[in-house]
């Protein structure tokens, strides 16, 4: 059984790159008449405003991609990562680590070996990191082909020094607690994934499909993001909103018609076809 998902951290509200990701996703799973699942990736609560998960739940509601499950929330997890950083740390793939990012930054990446080797808790505030032995990995991406990204440190974090649990682990343990069969996710997370392969190997957990999709890209061809200030999404707009995604996504255009968004999805899904969907990032003209 297909099982995909749309994973937003509620760091604002969704904006057309956004709900880019998301359409692709949801016509992934329902053209290939699987499950489509919402996890909200809120493991970093200073940075996530109050308002977002409700703005999020609503502006997904509205362009018609409702959660075939109950919707995942990363903050009842913790237990489980808990457990993971515990099997790492005992089987020896994970260390304590206190340099701090200038010492990295000086030492390029490499931990002292008094580091590298901590398998006791400090005593102070320190992060968790797993090793990350390989400089590069390949792996087969449904939409890209065969990719094969370098990994420049030797090691990434798990748990924050602030106590915080890192997306890389998070977003692994989560798949597999959710049986996720296929993720559909930006480009940008393409430099994540050796990570998420090595923790996914680790822990003995499956690994998913993976299909990075093009990015949308800002009048200064910057991703759109929250970060680069993108509108949030114009909810009033969502027939347009999803026809835009759908033209984005390489898809052929539906009948004038369809004027409403559930029977756009459905016509979408009928004729989904994702040898259509670029391979190079999109400049975006209109931002709503
Ligand atoms: N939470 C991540 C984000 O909003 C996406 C995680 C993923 O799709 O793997 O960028």
């Given at each position: ?72 929330l990363q903050r009842d997890r913790h237990e489980a990562y808990a457990a993971a950083v515990e099997d790492l740390l005992a089987a020896e793939h994970a260390f ?6 200038q010492d990295l930054a000086v030492a390029r990446e490499q931990h002292p070996p008094q580091c590298a080797n901590s398998k006791q808790s400090p005593g102070v ?164």
């Amino acid at each position: 059984m297909y099982r995909g998902r749309f994973a937003p951290s509620p760091t604002g509200p969704l904006h057309l790159g956004s709900l880019f990701t998301a359409v692709a996703s949801w016509l992934s799973a329902k053209a290939a008449r699987g499950q489509w699942l919402l996890r909200i990736e809120d493991i970093d609560p200073p940075r996530e405003p109050p308002s977002a998960i409700g703005r999020i739940f609503s502006s997904l509601r509205t362009h018609g991609l409702v959660s075939d499950e109950t919707v995942l929330l990363q903050r009842d997890r913790h237990e489980a990562y808990a457990a993971a950083v515990e099997d790492l740390l005992a089987a020896e793939h994970a260390f304590y680590c206190t340099c701090s990012r200038q010492d990295l930054a000086v030492a390029r990446e490499q931990h002292p070996p008094q580091c590298a080797n901590s398998k006791q808790s400090p005593g102070v505030p320190a992060s968790i990191r797993v090793h990350m032995p390989a400089d590069r990995y390949s792996f087969e991406d449904a939409l890209l082909g065969h990719v094969d990204v370098p990994v420049t440190e030797d090691s990434f974090v798990i748990r924050r020094k602030d106590g915080l649990f890192a997306y890389h682990l998070a977003v692994v343990v989560d798949d597999a607690f959710q049986h996720i069969s296929h993720v559909v996710r930006g480009r940008d997370l393409l430099d994540s994934t050796p990570y998420h392969l090595r923790l996914q190997h680790l822990l003995g957990l499956p690994t998913p499909v993976y299909s990075h999709l093009p990015l949308l890209l800002n009048d200064q061809g910057r991703k759109l993001s929250k970060q680069n200030l993108a509108d949030p999404l114009d909810d009033d707009m969502a027939p347009d909103n999803l026809r835009f995604c759908l033209e984005a996504l390489g898809q052929p255009q539906a009948p004038a018609r369809l004027g409403d968004c559930a029977s756009l999805l459905a016509w979408a899904v009928e004729h989904w076809d994702c040898s259509r969907v670029p391979r190079h990032d999109l400049p975006v003209t209109r931002q709503t």
